[in-house]
């Protein structure tokens, strides 16, 4: 099909409640980025969770269903539309917390029935790696690496529904260590941010942290002994000087975010060499999404090496990081572009992996509430 697509896309796979309306266009049956965010609402669960120092699944859950049908009915309206104007609604339906995802799948095809428009569940990751192709049109193929709180992968993206993964996280998603030790160092939740926060005028070289797994050939990562080793830093400084004074958290933060931003970027490097003996073009480009992508160090150590390997480098606005229903909105696009939609009998999955083809990553994807 040709012309324009208009898409209510549902996210709730973890403690973001969202809706998001996005236009673009087809063009011999492939969506054509960049696509137009007309409307996005998100109502995030923070406060919710915080007490608890992580997502509690059923707490979550009930608050999807209490708030999908605003956030949607909100999206709808700042974009100036009725139901019945969706050429589609495109929701997640994995991976995630099994709650969250009935509550977006079940959403989806209600509103997609009612309006009399297709319905398509999306895959969640799907959504962040084609975040690219959302916000600045980036063709096939392209590689991106994935950074969430539940998920770190680098994939080779060769079409709307062609994902090859060359490597990810044999445990620990950073996300999750982030969130990990900013709770061992009594910061908020989520911690990525607040480590970054801590971070800032801290010294990345007073504490010597291990780069797990850069001794050894692929791209292949592990954030658990790294993890582990800032939690024993810190523990062995509040022992030995009878706790820890702002200087030596700023220190620790800075230690460790350093550590996973030089990982991440050794790793991705090495994928992109990976990548280019594809021969995707003179100057592939090289792209991040997930939440971890929000954090200033990661972004500079990966444009850095982007930049020596030769690779454009697209990292997406903040708001298009972490979770939110625009992603989600474009992947349907995309898959409704292709003539692609799923059946009214749909069932939710809280395990989805991108490349069905690649063995599973011991823990990756497994661990951790996020997806
Ligand atoms: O993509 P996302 O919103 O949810 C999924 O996991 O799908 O990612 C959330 C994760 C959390 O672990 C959070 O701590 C981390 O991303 N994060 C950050 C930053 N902002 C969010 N990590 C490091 N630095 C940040 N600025
Ligand atoms: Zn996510």
Same mark, same amino acid.
């Given at each position: 099909m040709d012309g324009d697509l208009t898409i209510l896309g549902l996210e709730s796979s973890c403690d973001d409640t969202a809706a998001a309306v996005v236009r673009g266009r087809v063009a011999g049956g492939a !969506?054509?980025? *960049?696509?137009?965010? #007309?409307a996005a609402v998100s109502m995030g669960q923070g406060a919710l969770h915080a007490p608890f120092g992580g997502v509690v699944p059923e707490i979550a859950a009930r608050a999807h269903v209490e708030r999908l049908d605003i956030c949607a009915a909100q999206a709808l309206a700042q974009a100036g539309l009725s139901p019945c104007d969706l050429d589609g609604v495109a929701a997640t339906a994995g991976p995630g917390l099994i709650g969250g995802v009935i509550a977006s799948t079940m959403m989806g095809k209600g509103i997609a029935w009612g309006a009399g428009a297709p319905f398509l569940g999306v895959n969640h990751l799907a959504g962040h790696a084609l975040t690219p192709r959302l916000t600045d049109g980036a063709p096939f193929p392209y590689l991106v690496l994935l950074v969430s709180g539940g998920h770190c992968q680098v994939l080779a993206v060769e079409g709307h529904d062609a994902f090859r993964r060359l490597g990810g996280s044999i445990d620990d998603a950073p996300g999750e260590a982030f969130d990990k030790i900013a709770r061992h160092l009594g #910061? /908020? =939740?989520p911690g990525g941010p607040e480590v970054e926060r801590a971070a800032q005028g801290g010294d990345p070289e007073r504490f010597a942290l291990p780069r797990p797994l850069l001794d050894? *050939? /692929?791209c &292949?990562? $592990? =954030? $658990? /002994?790294?993890k582990t080793a800032a939690r024993r830093a810190a523990d062995a400084l509040a022992e030995t000087q009878g706790g820890l004074r702002d200087g &030596?958290? !700023?220190d620790l933060c800075a230690a460790f975010q350093s550590a996973v931003a030089e990982t991440l970027a050794e790793k991705s490097a090495r994928a992109m060499r990976a990548f280019r003996e594809t021969g995707p073009g003179a100057r592939p480009v090289f792209a991040v999404a997930g939440g971890v992508a929000a954090n200033g160090a990661v972004r500079a150590a990966l444009t850095l090496r982007a930049e020596a390997e030769g690779f454009s480098f697209l990292a997406p606005p903040l708001a298009l990081?972490? &979770?939110n229903a625009a992603i989600i909105a474009w992947a349907g696009l995309e898959g409704f572009a292709a003539g692609v939609r799923s059946g009214w009998d749909l069932a939710p999955r809280p395990r989805w992996p991108l490349d069905a083809t690649a063995a599973p990553l011991v823990g990756s994807g497994r661990k951790g509430a996020k997806a």
């Amino acid at each position: 099909m040709d012309g324009d697509l208009t898409i209510l896309g549902l996210e709730s796979s973890c403690d973001d409640t969202a809706a998001a309306v996005v236009r673009g266009r087809v063009a011999g049956g492939a !969506a054509q980025g *960049p696509g137009e965010i #007309l409307a996005a609402v998100s109502m995030g669960q923070g406060a919710l969770h915080a007490p608890f120092g992580g997502v509690v699944p059923e707490i979550a859950a009930r608050a999807h269903v209490e708030r999908l049908d605003i956030c949607a009915a909100q999206a709808l309206a700042q974009a100036g539309l009725s139901p019945c104007d969706l050429d589609g609604v495109a929701a997640t339906a994995g991976p995630g917390l099994i709650g969250g995802v009935i509550a977006s799948t079940m959403m989806g095809k209600g509103i997609a029935w009612g309006a009399g428009a297709p319905f398509l569940g999306v895959n969640h990751l799907a959504g962040h790696a084609l975040t690219p192709r959302l916000t600045d049109g980036a063709p096939f193929p392209y590689l991106v690496l994935l950074v969430s709180g539940g998920h770190c992968q680098v994939l080779a993206v060769e079409g709307h529904d062609a994902f090859r993964r060359l490597g990810g996280s044999i445990d620990d998603a950073p996300g999750e260590a982030f969130d990990k030790i900013a709770r061992h160092l009594g #910061l /908020g =939740f989520p911690g990525g941010p607040e480590v970054e926060r801590a971070a800032q005028g801290g010294d990345p070289e007073r504490f010597a942290l291990p780069r797990p797994l850069l001794d050894r *050939p /692929g791209c &292949d990562m $592990s =954030f $658990s /002994g790294l993890k582990t080793a800032a939690r024993r830093a810190a523990d062995a400084l509040a022992e030995t000087q009878g706790g820890l004074r702002d200087g &030596d958290v !700023a220190d620790l933060c800075a230690a460790f975010q350093s550590a996973v931003a030089e990982t991440l970027a050794e790793k991705s490097a090495r994928a992109m060499r990976a990548f280019r003996e594809t021969g995707p073009g003179a100057r592939p480009v090289f792209a991040v999404a997930g939440g971890v992508a929000a954090n200033g160090a990661v972004r500079a150590a990966l444009t850095l090496r982007a930049e020596a390997e030769g690779f454009s480098f697209l990292a997406p606005p903040l708001a298009l990081c972490g &979770d939110n229903a625009a992603i989600i909105a474009w992947a349907g696009l995309e898959g409704f572009a292709a003539g692609v939609r799923s059946g009214w009998d749909l069932a939710p999955r809280p395990r989805w992996p991108l490349d069905a083809t690649a063995a599973p990553l011991v823990g990756s994807g497994r661990k951790g509430a996020k997806a």
